[in-house]
């Protein structure tokens, strides 16, 4: 009767011990068997891996047939501060008056600019806490600073970007124009001069701006233009020259000014937009787009009563559809850039009667009889 039993007590003991036959060569201790797995400590918020956050959708507002519709505003000079070559304070003056606010410059044009998608103004001058003339500037006439905040007064009021490459933000040099950008970053204004575009984002559309100086220029910009313009069509949908160009007081465009508007537009620009003149001048359509020679000015702190007050904002529609622009229409807003008629005080204010609408008109009209390629008619609301 015992053989059986040991038999029995032999194949017991072998099937206990095929699990650690299975392990191989490895040794394993009964205290390794019956080791309980310490939980891994809980990591802390230094050693949790960086989610990155989702860049948001952009908000699109497809019209009925598909389209993106892209509003866009140009306007000419903001000049705000003061004229450090001279003891007047007209604009300090007028802020006061204002409570100190810097938003009353735009405070009869700024439900405009909020209904639109962007907003391009040319802003001339610096900003900065403290300056140092350089040799070359100390004769001037005019240089104009303005406190780094005031640059609140773009981005409260809708505006998204600010061209700065024209005759005065070297006001101060190299480091007057470094506060300028700065200034303008820090208010959430993108800003464009000669070495540097910017591409401003909206509804999905990539819009570039580019920004020049002309004067003694001119030779190397026939180059330097088609060839920057080129560049930014790579990596944008619409591409916006904008010039600060011709002579004071003109109110016509000169020959080489028609020229590189021109050859913008052949090099693949979908708009160009002038200033620096002091004076309103006319718009020609080219190839299907619109060279704007010139806005005037617009919220102008160098003179407390300009011999003319008249500007205008230019409006324009780029309708988009399957990466083709499909419409194109344009209006004008024409604008005294004070609001009162007998004295500047720095707030552009949209004219309201037929006379004053009508002067703007025909001073364009009469302005553009030598263009080859002048618009015959300035709407002022949309098709």
Known sequence: ????????????????????????EEEVSFLQMMQVETPAPEPTPDDLPTVATPTPEPEIRLESDGSVMITISAVGDVTIGRNVQSSSTIFQRELERQGNDINFIFRNIKDIFAEDDLTIVNFEGVLADSYNIPSRKRENSFLFLAPPAYASALSDNSVEVATIENNHIDDFGDQGRADTQQA???????????????????????????????????????TKVPEEIVQARQEADLVICCFHWGAEKDYAPNANQQKLGRLAIDS?????????????????????????????????????????????????????????????????????????ANENDFAPTP?????????????????????????DVYPLDWE
């Open 1 to 24: 009767m015992r053989k059986p039993f040991l038999y029995l007590l032999a194949l017991a003991v072998m099937l206990c011990l095929l699990p650690f036959a299975a392990l191989g």
């Open 184 to 222: 303008l970053a820090d208010a959430g204004v993108q800003w464009a001069d000669e070495f540097h575009s910017t591409i401003y984002e909206v509804q999905g559309v990539r819009i570039a701006v580019l920004a020049y100086k002309t004067f003694d220029y001119y030779s190397t910009l026939f």
């Open 268 to 340: 693949g620009a979908d708009l160009v937009v002038g200033h620096h003149s002091h004076r309103i001048n006319p718009i020609e359509q080219y190839n299907g787009r619109y060279i704007v020679y010139s806005v005037g000015n617009f919220s102008f702190a160098g003179n407390s009563k300009p011999d003319d007050m008249s500007t205008f904002i230019f409006q324009t529609r780029f309708r988009i559809k399957d990466g083709e622009i499909i419409a194109n229409p344009f209006r004008i807003i024409p604008c005294r850039i004070s609001s009162k």
């Open 351 to 375: 004219y309201d009667t037929e006379l004053q609408i009508n002067n703007v008109i025909n001073t364009m009209r009469k302005n553009s009889t030598k263009l080859e390629y002048a618009v």
